[in-house]
């Protein structure tokens, strides 16, 4: 790896943890110090059009619960933050109303920032070149699937997706012309539960 960053993946696991992530700039900073690597908190304040002390103080919470972490910086003098593992996970499938109040919160920030970002991006579209305008954009399908199909299809997809895990961390492995992408994937039930479905808790054939 050029970047030093571990190759794992942190899990959230209890309510606590859950909202110390659930802050919209200590989610920019994580995603910021993931795809460019170690920067001190001016950096990521420049980066992030916010203030040196705002930054400084999420970045020791995010060290706080294990987030992030300081590393050698190259003078000496002040101490970079690198993030400690290249993803972060939870699970929605808890019953106790702590944890389903924590993923709540959590999942409404995640989708605040990827609206903000898709906003981001659309202004600046038209400078973007023709072949960058053609390969982005947005779409949607609707599908009639069970509970199951819907796992196994996401499970396809970040199947897709990990393909090109090695190039995160390994700048040669990037061909020409390639740039950063971020592929947001959202699956949202429409409609209500199926009928027995509920008192089940499986899917009917």
Not at 21 to 28: S, T, V
Not at 86 to 115: E, I
Not at 159 to 170: I, M, S, T, V
Not at 171 to 199: H, K, W, Y
Request: glycine letters at 6%; charged letters at 30%; proline letters at 7%.
């Amino acid at each position: 790896m050029t970047d030093g960053m571990p190759e794992r993946s942190i899990k959230l696991t209890d309510p606590r943890s859950l909202r110390a992530y659930a802050h919209p700039l200590r989610m920019r900073l994580i995603g910021l110090l993931r795809s460019d690597g170690p920067m001190t908190a001016t950096q990521a304040a420049t980066r992030l059009d916010d203030n040196v002390p705002n930054c400084s103080f999420h970045l020791r919470q995010l060290a706080r619960y294990g987030f992030a972490e300081r590393v050698p910086g190259a003078d000496g003098r002040e101490r970079p933050w690198r993030a400690t593992a290249r993803s972060t996970s939870w699970d929605d499938d808890s019953d106790d109303p702590a944890m389903k109040a924590a993923t709540d919160q959590l999942n409404s920030v995640l989708l605040a920032l990827f609206v903000q970002r898709a906003q981001d991006y659309l202004a600046v579209r038209s400078d973007e070149p023709v072949e960058w305008r053609a390969a982005a954009g947005f779409g949607d399908a609707m599908l009639h699937v069970t509970a199951t199909e819907l796992r196994e299809l996401t499970e396809e997809i970040d199947a897709l997706l990990a393909r090109y895990d090695d190039r995160a961390g390994d700048p040669t492995r990037r061909p020409v012309g390639s740039r950063p992408v971020q592929i947001i994937q959202m699956a949202v039930p429409r409609g209500p539960v199926p009928l027995g479905d509920e008192q089940a808790g499986t899917d009917r054939d």
